[in-house]
């Protein structure tokens, strides 16, 4: 039972903006802990977007942007292509856990 | 380039102690400062953090599995392993190997995984 709330879905046709949210409470990303995203391509591994709220790590393209407001983050990825249909998750720190690494549910974007 | 690869049985009986090693390359396990950790995914779901294994040899455990555990280091093989006990057919799943960043808390490099199955 993850704390990181994200939609199962989101879709949207090429070049279109989509935004993934993550809920979480005051005990992680409403507590100021960062809030990281990574992409998961079908049959990969995952792999860092998003470090620290808003940094890419390099190669990442700036069509993915990050930001965290209150208990929630945001991913956007703007300008969609065909090879960003892949399943993305957010991840925290929990102290009420005692969860190094909380990650959120996963949400599958879909590329129409 | 760090790159980490995981190794080990892919085929666990119901009870037994599953083991798996993550061999990496391109950097030193005994680099200060720097965690290097296991995570799991079951078939069709989401991740969860198993552990961490800091250079210094302090280990953190998700509290869930935390009784089951044992995350160890070989800094002359420049590997870590991962020893999960009594496992159950709810520990089948792909297992990633990944280093952690000190600091800041997350994953920056991941081994490809390796699916480990506990037949019911």
């Known amino acids: 039972q993850s704390v990181l709330t994200q939609p199962p879905s989101v879709s949207g046709a090429p070049g279109q903006r989509v935004t993934i949210s993550c809920t979480g409470s005051?005990?992680?990303?409403?507590?100021?802990?960062?809030v990281h995203w990574y992409q998961q391509l079908p049959g990969t591994a995952p792999k860092l977007l998003i470090y620290?709220?808003?940094n890419r790590p390099s190669g990442v393209p700036d069509r993915f942007s990050g930001s965290t407001s209150g208990t929630s983050a945001s991913l956007v990825i703007s300008g969609l292509q065909a090879g960003d249909d892949a399943d993305y998750y957010c991840?925290?720190?929990?102290?009420?856990?005692?969860?190094?690494?909380?990650f959120g549910t996963g949400t599958k974007v879909t590329v129409l | 380039q760090v790159q980490l690869q995981e190794s080990g049985p892919g085929l666990v009986k119901s009870s037994e102690t599953l083991s798996l090693i993550c061999s990496v390359s391109g950097y030193s396990v005994s680099t200060s400062g720097y965690y290097w950790g296991w995570i799991r995914q079951p078939p069709g779901k989401g991740l969860e953090w198993i552990g961490n294994?800091?250079?210094?040899?302090?280990?953190y455990y998700n509290p869930s599995l935390k009784s089951r555990v044992t995350i160890s280091t070989d800094t002359s093989k420049n590997q870590f392993a991962l020893k999960l006990s009594s496992v159950t057919a709810a520990d089948t799943a792909v297992y990633y190997c990944a280093r952690g960043r000190p600091g800041i808390v997350y994953f920056d490099f991941w081994g490809q995984g390796t699916l480990v199955t506990v037949p019911s």
């Open positions: 294994i800091h250079q210094s040899g302090n280990t």
């Open positions: 005051s005990s992680n990303i409403g507590a100021g802990y960062n």
């Open positions: 620290a709220n808003n």
């Open positions: 991840q925290s720190y929990d102290n009420s856990l005692s969860v190094f690494y909380v």
